[in-house]
């Protein structure tokens, strides 16, 4: 089944805990971006990649970091995470040509 | 740059009536795509319908259609015959050149049995 899978759901971690939210797809999509979901905010892009190694910030990154190291997988890492990092995070890919966007289940993260 | 606005934080429809969700746009663009997504209380992102600028006519997939005024920068969702099923967060996003989804702020929609 064509996926977009993050890992884990939820999570509640302390304040400054290095975290990994992985990302992995099997469609072999170029594309791969991450996103905040905040009340009121809608959804944010906080990084993207246009393929292997190649990464760029979106709106909103500070705080986090990225890797492409393979095609099918876009990890978001939290260095130091803060309670203002505490939101629902998607996970989402496309291949280039096409514009449709498909999203992860989210992953809810908890941050005291 | 581009930014997409939803006015409406939240609706109700009565079942089996008719509802519009207002979204505006603003952008240089002049080719650019327009969607609706939408998000159930399972969290998934679940694409509703898609308008290319370029393509005069409107959207429609089953009881889903747009209302698309490139000149004013309007993209309407309209929901004919509403189930409870319809029942999320439906988001407006905007998508252009520099490859990157603009999302709106979102509207809740409530159907009512």
């Known amino acids: 089944e064509a996926q977009v899978t993050q890992n884990p759901r939820y999570l509640i971690t302390v304040t400054g805990k290095k975290l990994t939210v992985t990302c992995s797809q099997n469609?072999?999509?170029?594309?791969m971006s991450w996103y905040r979901q905040d009340p009121g905010l809608g959804l944010r892009q906080i990084y993207y990649?246009?393929?292997?190694?190649?990464?760029d910030k979106g709106d909103v990154p500070e705080g986090y970091k990225v890797s492409r190291k393979e095609k099918r997988n876009f990890p978001l890492i939290l260095e130091s995470p803060s309670p203002n990092q505490t939101s629902l995070y998607f996970c989402?890919?496309?291949?280039?040509?096409?514009?449709?966007?498909?999203f992860g289940q989210g992953t809810r993260l908890t941050v005291v | 740059a581009q930014t997409v606005t939803q006015s409406q934080p939240e609706m109700s429809v009565q079942e089996a009536e008719t509802v519009t969700l207002s979204c505006t746009y603003d952008?240089?663009?002049?080719?650019?795509?327009l969607f609706w997504y939408k998000q159930p209380p399972s969290r998934q992102m679940i694409l509703v319908i898609r308008?290319?600028?370029?393509?005069?006519q409107n959207a429609t997939e089953n009881r889903f259609s747009v209302n698309f005024q490139k000149a004013a920068k309007s993209f309407s969702l309209k929901i004919s015959d509403s189930q409870l099923g319809d029942t999320a967060m439906y988001f407006c996003?905007?998508?252009?050149?520099?490859?990157?989804?603009?999302f709106g702020t979102g509207t809740r929609l409530k159907v009512l049995a």
């Open positions: 989402a890919s496309r291949p280039t040509g096409n514009t449709e966007a498909f």
């Open positions: 469609m072999n999509h170029e594309y």
């Open positions: 990649s246009m393929n292997v190694e190649v990464t």
């Open positions: 952008t240089s663009e002049s080719n650019y795509y």
């Open positions: 308008q290319e600028a370029y393509k005069q």
């Open positions: 996003a905007f998508l252009g050149g520099t490859y990157k989804y603009i």
